[in-house]
Nanobody, 121 residues
Framework: QVQLVESGGGLVQPGGSLRLSCAASGFTFSTYAMNWYRQAPGKERELVATIISESTNYADSVKGRFTISRDNAKNTVTLQMNSLKPEDTAVYYC????????????????WGQGTQVTVSS
């Protein structure tokens, strides 16, 4: 059974930091691209950060502030969020997409339940 379990969300003041973690099980973690998405109230879900092997990519809105990393030995992916802004407030979702050698239409995609991040003074 596939599971993605996020943790680390919460309330933080503007300029603060949070570290989100996602623990994965039930699939071959190292062969999947791992992503963090977020969805703010009234907005569409957006891709925040991606890591494929050791290659990373970020949305323009978080570049230089967020860092995604993965530990294939522990089947975890983390999102370090620094210099947080009120507009970062959203539910953050962990996503697995793979195996990466398959075509887009053949890959499997899994989602975690989400963790709330609120940036407010």
């Amino acid at each position: 059974q596939v599971q993605l379990v996020e943790s680390g969300g919460g309330l933080v003041q503007p300029g603060g930091s949070l570290r989100l973690s996602c623990a994965a099980s039930g699939f071959t973690f190292s062969t999947y691209a791992m992503n963090w998405y977020r969805q703010a109230p009234g907005k569409e879900r957006e891709l925040v950060a991606t890591i494929i092997s050791e290659s990373t990519n970020y949305a323009d809105s978080v570049k230089g502030r967020f860092t995604i990393s993965r530990d294939n030995a522990k089947n975890t992916v983390t999102l370090q969020m620094n210099s947080l802004k009120p507009e970062d407030t959203a539910v953050y979702y962990c996503n697995a997409d793979g195996p990466t050698w398959l075509s887009y239409s053949s890959r499997r995609r899994y989602w975690g339940q989400g963790t709330q991040v609120t940036v407010s003074s």
